[in-house]
């Protein structure tokens, strides 16, 4: 168990962080927190405060022909991404606050990754996702309220999102105040082939309204399921 400023946690088992040959950064072996559809999640073998996100090189390719052919190919979603976060500190730097913190990228033995800061929960825990909350019962008027305060500052926010669900946003603690407050910690940047997010500041509140209620109702029949 390893003590940082304002929270504890816990070390992960022994695994050689680098690789004696290429000084590479060690991830194969280790489980990964999280799995999507392109992308897989791992804790910093080196770094507890920080993750890494590699690109899945099992992920079976769902993009149509003349996607696939696009220059960044699998790494599209972490330009977008990246993109997105140097805007945010070009234009509104007080917006950071609803994203996660890149830190920077890293070769790895799975290929290139992205390093991005570690969002905790109380006990130095990796912060719960608004699925692992609603699934355990842990979604009370507290969450709720932190919940529509962070949808709030969303919609005035000039941030724009590409996907909004139920795990891709956590509860994360600030050990400097004791309070907890959701974080958006996956799909942010334009996504449309004319990116009309970034050109239409109406037609980009429209989007994330949708995208909002979309995720209430989710919610909603979520903690219906678990009564």
């Not at 507890?48 to 996607?67: G, M, N, Q, S, V």
């Not at 008027?141 to 669900?165: K, Y």
Request: one cysteine or more.
């Amino acid at each position: 168990m390893k003590s940082w400023p304002g929270q504890t946690v816990m070390e992960s088992p022994r695994h050689p962080a680098r690789d004696a040959d290429s000084d590479l950064v060690c991830l194969s072996g280790l489980q990964p927190l999280a799995r999507g559809r392109c992308r897989a999640v791992y804790r910093h073998p080196e770094n507890p405060r920080c993750l890494i996100k590699i690109i899945r090189p099992e992920a079976p390719p769902r993009d149509p022909w003349y996607k696939a052919r696009r220059r960044y190919g699998p790494f599209l979603p972490t330009l977008r991404e990246l993109k997105e976060f140097l805007s945010i500190h070009a234009r509104r730097p007080e917006d950071q606050a609803l994203v996660e913190n890149i830190v920077g990228f890293v070769q790895t033995d799975l290929g290139l990754g992205l390093i991005v800061e570690l969002l905790a929960g109380p006990g130095g825990e990796p912060a719960p996702t608004i699925a692992a909350l609603a699934g355990r019962g842990g979604f009370g008027p507290a969450e709720r309220a932190a919940l529509d305060a962070f949808f709030s500052r969303l919609m005035d926010s000039g941030l724009i999102i590409g996907d909004l669900h139920l795990r891709n946003v956590v509860y994360a603690h600030d050990a400097r105040t004791g309070e907890s407050r959701f974080v958006l910690v996956d799909g942010i940047g334009d996504k449309l082939f004319i990116p009309l997010n970034t050109i239409s500041r109406g037609f980009n509140r429209w989007t994330k309204r949708r995208r909002i209620h979309r995720m209430r109702k989710a919610i909603d029949i979520l903690q219906a399921r678990t009564k």
